[in-house]
């Protein structure tokens, strides 16, 4: 059997079409742009990457775009006096501060300055609180462009076993307080979890975001269970830098009934859905 193929390249250029149409319906109703401001600490260079690919899908669906971008040695003071600014100024709809910082500044700290109603990462504790009882918040952007894959593909959710391996605070345990909402029965796994082939194999969805190269193997996965690849790291081969995920993709195409894979599966979903936690916040702040 070869696994059905989740295509988060092209769900997220689908959804990106459909937003910028929201975004112009928006911008007509209420004379508001919607506002994005990005910061950049320093000179990591997958970040620098990440914030340019941010701000031109940004620009692309029809919103403003503010890019800030700090020597590496910012301190925590300048920082926080960039993000009060944000806060306060009208254009500006959603913040997103790009991580890792520097290793002097409070990522924490940082994080619970942003006005949680700008907050379009879903960082700042009281979005996560609010996550974690069922209410409405703004909901972490790789978690989420997660469960629209599942949802596009139809896969059932509710009462499956949807095992997550990796327990971080920006994929594993946001997905997890999303999957528990659509009524999964939810296991949490990490590095110290006994047997995790077997818990792994216990999944009809399985989903990895550990960062550790290929780990899950092909006799990992339930045949027919629904497999999402998270992990983002990079290998050499023949010279070139190519990006692999968690997942071996050729075992576990064999095994599984769906994959999304890396590259190609939930990556591209992250900058869609923060087009979407953008207007969101917008539409929170303005009205329409
Ligand atoms: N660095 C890697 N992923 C993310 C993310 O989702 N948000 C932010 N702010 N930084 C990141």
């Not at 006096?81 to 944000?86: I, K, P, S």
Request: glycine share 10%.
């Amino acid at each position: 059997m070869t696994a059905r193929l989740l295509d988060g390249k092209a769900l997220a250029q689908s959804i990106r079409t459909r937003l910028k149409e929201e975004v112009a319906r928006f911008v007509q109703q209420t004379s508001v742009q919607p506002g994005l401001a990005v910061i950049l600490a320093g000179e990591n260079p997958a970040s620098q990457v990440y914030v340019r690919n941010k701000s031109k899908a940004c620009v692309e669906a029809g919103m403003n775009s503010f890019q800030h971008v700090l020597p590496a040695a910012v301190t925590q003071e300048e920082l926080f006096a960039l993000v009060d600014r944000l806060n306060a100024d009208p254009r500006v709809h959603g913040i997103l501060v790009q991580l890792p910082v520097p290793p002097q500044i409070n990522a924490l700290a940082v994080q619970e300055r942003v006005l949680p109603a700008k907050d379009v990462d879903g960082f700042h504790p009281l979005n996560v609180g609010y996550l974690s009882m069922g209410l409405e918040g703004l909901v972490p952007c790789t978690p989420l462009g997660v469960m629209e894959i599942l949802k596009d593909a139809q896969v059932p959710i509710l009462g499956q076993q949807a095992v997550i391996v990796g327990r971080s605070n920006i994929v594993g345990k946001p997905l997890a307080q999303l999957l528990l909402r659509e009524h999964a029965t939810v296991t949490l796994c990490h590095s110290r979890t006994r047997d995790l082939p077997a818990v792994c194999r216990s999944a009809d969805i399985l989903i990895a975001a550990t960062g550790q190269k290929k780990m899950i193997r092909g006799s990992w996965v339930k045949p027919g269970a629904a497999v999402i690849d998270v992990g983002i790291s990079f290998e050499e081969e023949n010279g070139k830098i190519k990006q692999v995920g968690d997942v071996d993709t050729g075992e576990v195409m064999e095994v599984a009934g769906c994959l999304s894979p890396s590259p190609g599966g939930p990556g591209p979903m992250t900058i869609a859905m923060l087009l979407c936690n953008t207007l969101r916040a917008a539409r929170r702040q303005v009205g329409g």
